[in-house]
């Protein structure tokens, strides 16, 4: 199984990113998918998930308004919208895959991306 997140960078504070994610080894539609982003220092912080289907979406309270998470099952791809970014929304942003279902809770993801770096600065 493999997840290769992309589309991190630099951006202004107020600006937008959008990160993918791609799936591969996986019945893709089996599995919840997450969002989650680490700071130096720091845990691993839930940032947002999506079931299989992509009927129920969460959010971290930090982030909800702000950031979109969708997935295209065809594609087997995931993806997170992110808008009015914020200095403190720096950090590592991973993708993982959770079978059957799609928890806040980290150490429930059976399968993880490599990360993407997400800076946002004047």
């Known amino acids: 199984v493999q997840l290769q997140a992309s589309g991190g960078g630099l951006v202004q504070p107020g600006g937008s990113l959008r990160l993918s994610c791609v799936a591969s080894?996986?019945?893709?539609?089996?599995?919840?998918m997450g969002w989650f982003r680490r700071v130096p220092g720091k845990e691993r912080e839930f940032v947002s998930a999506?079931?299989?289907?992509?009927?129920?979406?969460y959010y971290a309270d930090s982030v909800k308004g702000r950031f979109a998470i969708s997935r295209d099952n065809a594609k087997n791809m995931v993806y997170l919208q992110m808008n009015s970014l914020k200095p403190e929304d720096t950090a590592v942003y991973y993708c993982a895959a959770q079978k059957g279902l799609a928890t806040r809770g980290w150490e429930d993801y059976d399968y993880w991306g490599q990360g993407t770096q997400v800076t946002v600065s004047s």
């Open positions: 080894g996986l019945t893709f539609d089996d599995y919840g």
């Open positions: 999506v079931t299989w289907s992509g009927s129920s979406t």
